[in-house]
C-alpha cells in the first residue's frame, strides 16, 4: 500500500490510495473463496469452477469490488496512519482505477475532524438562577404527604365536592340504553371531572339509597355516535365516602417520617428541595457556560459527525423504550410521523452535542490538561463500588485510554464553569422557568 497523493479542502481528505498487485491479488483470492461456494459454471460442479474460469465467463473484475471491500478497512487505516489525518463518518471510495503494475488505485473521500479556533471560553458571564424554597412550596410537599396518607372512610351523609360515590349507573338516548354507558358499582369522586359535564354536580347532596336521573349533554368532540347528544343517565348511590386526611401536627410528623416535630419535618424538606434545586442550578450553569464558549469557538462541524450523534441519541431512546415495551418504530407513528421525522427531531440537540465535544476537545489541548494514573485509579475504584463490580472488570468494561478522555473531558468542563461569573437571571426567564 501506497499513498500517492492526499489533498484537504472544506473539511475534506481526498486520498490517492495505490494496491500493488500481490496485495491486491491476494484479496482477489479471498473476495472469490468467499463467493464461490455460490457460483455455478456449466461443466463444473456449484462453488467448484477455478477462478480463472470464473472471470473469463463473467469478466475479469468480477470481483474487484468484494475484493476492495475485503482489503479497504486495513489500506485505510495504513493510510490515514501515515498521513497523520483525523477523520470523522464513514469513509468512500469514489473512484477504482487500474494501477500500473497490475494493482489497484482508489480514490477515498473522507470528513476531517473540524479546525477549531478557541473564542473566549474562561472568565464568560453567564446568567445563574437564585437558589429559593418559598415556605408555599413547603407547605406544598406536607399537603402532598398527608394526601398520600389519607384514608377513605364511609359517611352517613350527603355527598359533598370531593367526596368518592359508589354507584350503579345507565345511560339512556331517547329512552335506548347505549353502548358503553352502563356500570355497578362504579367508584366516582366528585369533583375529579373524569365524566360528561355536569355528572358529578348533579350527584353532591345524594346520600346512600338515593337514586337519581342525571340529565346531560355530551361535548361536540365526544364519539360521533354521542356527540352533542343530550341524554339521562339512571343513578343510584350505595355509598358515600369521605377522604380524612390527617391533620399535620407533630403526631403526623412521627408517622411519615423520622422526625419528632413538625417543625423539623418542614425544615428537612427545605433543606431536601433547596439541595435539589442547588443541584440543579449547578447543571444549568454548567451547560449554559459551556455552550457559550462553544457558541464563542469557529469551527465547521461536519454533517457526518452531527449524524453519527443523532445515531447514538436514537439508539439510547430505542433502548429506553424497550425497556417499556415499545418499539422505536411505533412510537415514531404514535408521534405522527416516521423515522426520518424521528431523526429531524432528535437532530438539533445532536448538533449541540458534537459541538460541545469538539469545544471541549480542543480546551483539553490547549490547556494541556492531563490525567495521571491515581486519578483513572481512583475513578474505576469508584466506578468498581457504585456498581458492585471487581475493579478489573470496570476496567475492561471502560477502556484506560476511553477514562482518561473522559476524565479530561471533565476537567475542561470545570475549568470552563468555575471561571465563569454568575451573573442574574432576567425577569422574564425566571418567569418562563417558574
Do not use: W
Not at 458492585?388 to 477514562?403: H, N, P, T, W
Request: aromatic share 6%; charged share 35%; hydrophobic share 40%.
Amino acid at each position: 500500500m501506497n499513498v500517492k497523493n492526499t489533498e484537504k479542502a472544506a473539511g475534506k481528505a481526498t486520498i490517492v490510495i495505490e494496491v500493488e498487485k500481490a496485495e491486491f491479488d491476494a484479496a482477489l483470492t479471498k473476495a472469490y473463496n468467499k463467493a464461490r461456494k455460490d457460483i455455478y459454471v456449466p461443466g463444473f460442479r456449484k462453488g467448484k469452477a477455478p477462478r480463472k474460469v470464473v472471470e473469463g465467463m463473467y469478466g475479469a473484475k468480477v470481483f474487484y469490488e468484494d475484493a476492495v471491500n475485503e482489503i479497504f478497512p486495513e489500506i485505510y487505516e495504513q493510510a490515514i496512519s501515515a498521513q497523520a489525518l483525523k477523520v470523522v463518518g464513514m469513509p468512500s471510495v469514489t473512484k477504482l482505477d487500474d494501477g500500473e503494475d497490475g494493482g489497484v488505485v482508489l480514490t477515498v473521500e473522507t470528513d476531517l475532524y473540524p479546525e477549531v479556533t478557541l473564542g473566549d471560553y474562561k472568565g464568560l458571564e453567564v446568567p445563574k438562577a437564585e437558589v429559593n424554597v418559598t415556605d408555599d412550596e413547603v407547605e406544598a410537599e406536607l399537603d402532598r404527604m398527608a394526601e398520600r396518607n389519607s384514608r377513605i372512610e364511609t359517611v352517613d351523609r350527603p355527598a359533598q365536592e370531593g367526596d368518592t360515590v359508589i354507584l350503579d349507573f345507565e345511560g339512556f338516548d331517547n329512552g335506548v340504553a347505549f353502548e358503553g354507558g352502563k356500570a355497578e358499582g362504579y367508584s366516582l369522586k366528585l369533583g375529579s371531572h373524569s365524566f360528561v359535564p355536569g355528572f358529578e354536580e348533579a350527584l353532591v347532596g345524594l346520600s346512600a339509597g338515593d337514586e337519581k336521573d342525571v340529565d346531560v349533554t355530551f361535548p361536540e368532540n365526544y364519539t360521533p355516535e354521542l356527540a352533542g347528544k343530550p341524554v339521562v343517565f339512571k343513578c343510584k348511590i350505595h355509598e358515600v365516602k369521605e377522604t380524612q386526611t390527617p391533620e399535620k401536627d407533630d403526631e403526623f410528623a412521627k408517622d411519615v417520617s423520622e422526625f419528632d416535630t413538625l417543625d423539623a419535618l418542614r425544615a428537612d424538606i427545605r433543606t431536601k428541595r433547596e439541595n435539589e434545586r442547588r443541584e440543579a442550578v449547578e447543571r444549568a450553569f454548567e451547560s449554559a457556560a459551556v455552550e457559550k464558549a462553544a457558541a464563542n469557538m469557529t469551527c465547521e462541524i461536519p454533517a457526518s459527525m452531527v449524524e453519527e450523534q443523532v445515531d447514538k441519541n436514537l439508539e439510547q431512546f430505542a433502548y429506553q423504550l424497550q425497556m417499556n415495551g415499545m418499539k422505536l418504530e411505533d412510537y415514531a407513528k404514535m408521534m405522527g410521523g416516521d423515522m426520518n421525522a424521528l431523526r429531524s427531531s432528535m437532530r438539533p440537540m445532536a448538533e449541540t452535542t458534537v459541538r460541545n465535544n469538539v469545544l471541549l476537545a480542543a480546551v483539553v489541548e490547549a490547556e494541556n490538561l492531563t490525567v495521571s494514573d491515581e486519578e483513572v485509579e481512583a475513578e474505576i475504584q469508584k466506578l468498581a463500588e457504585q456498581y458492585s463490580m471487581e475493579a478489573d472488570k470496570v476496567r475492561a468494561a471502560v477502556g484506560v485510554e476511553s477514562l482518561k478522555a473522559d476524565l479530561a473531558t471533565r476537567k475542561a468542563v470545570a475549568l470552563i464553569k468555575d471561571s465563569a461569573v454568575a451573573t442574574a437571571v432576567p425577569e422574564t426567564a425566571e418567569k418562563t422557568e417558574e
